[in-house]
């Protein structure tokens, strides 16, 4: 059965930083890793994608990679900023899983100013 | 593109009673699926449509029942409502038709309170 565990739960760091948040997850055997963003009583926004077959994805400050074989993926943020502050979740499309995406309990990022 | 809306944003409701929750996927979409947000649960899925037919179901109770519509617009109800029931439920939209395209975006969610 696929877990997917996201560590740090939570993390404080001074503006500025780069940071990572990492996922992992026990079964090497997915479609693709998601990383989306979640504000207090939002709904999710999906930051990135990566499909299987990809190392990496990128997208301005953010940059995802994938580790299958590991099981791992981690989320750089790049020079963070106040407004990145917010819950990073992380989910697996499993080839078992019948259209459904398996999550991470999240990350609570606070950047202080 | 109109991203995925879900009506109605806020419900208060009382134990027993049944709620109805609305979701559009985006335009050209044709899955749609809703999850349950707890903060001690996290993240569930409930259950996942791909032209008005449901393809997975989450382990949840019979209370929870959904459909999609011909034009993608999908509805979850809940009936006998309880105060475990409480939660942000999600609704995703997604372009696949096979679970290997499995992009997924989401709504604002619905607040659903069981007094």
């Known amino acids: 059965k696929q877990e997917v565990t996201q560590i740090p739960a939570a993390l404080s760091v001074p503006e500025g930083e780069n940071l990572v948040l990492n996922c992992s997850f026990t079964d090497s055997a997915i479609y693709n890793l998601q990383w989306f963003r979640q504000d207090p009583g939002k709904g999710l926004t999906s930051l990135l994608l990566i499909q299987s077959s990809q190392r990496e994805q990128t997208s301005g400050r953010l940059n995802a990679s994938l580790d299958k074989s590991s099981g791992r993926s981690t989320l750089y943020i790049a020079a963070s900023q106040p407004g990145d502050s917010a819950t990073y979740l992380c989910?697996?499309?499993?080839?078992?899983?019948?259209?459904?995406?398996?999550w991470g309990a999240g990350t609570k990022l606070i950047i202080k100013p | 593109k109109a991203g995925v809306t879900q009506t109605p944003r806020y419900l208060i409701k009382t134990r027993g009673q049944q709620v109805t929750l609305s979701c559009s996927p985006i335009?050209?979409?044709?899955?749609v699926s809703w999850y349950q947000q707890t903060p001690g649960q996290g993240l569930q899925f409930l259950f996942e449509y791909f032209s008005e037919t449901q393809r997975n179901k989450g382990n949840f109770p019979g209370r929870f029942s959904g459909r999609q519509f011909s034009n993608s617009r999908s509805e979850m109800n809940v009936s006998t409502l309880e105060l475990g029931d409480s939660a942000l439920y999600l609704c995703?939209?997604?372009?696949?038709?096979?679970?290997?395209?499995?992009?997924?975006?989401f709504g604002p969610g619905t607040r659903l309170t069981v007094l």
């Open positions: 335009s050209g979409h044709r899955s």
């Open positions: 989910a697996v499309s499993p080839m078992d899983s019948n259209y459904q995406l398996i």
């Open positions: 995703a939209s997604s372009p696949q038709r096979l679970a290997r395209d499995n992009e997924q975006f």
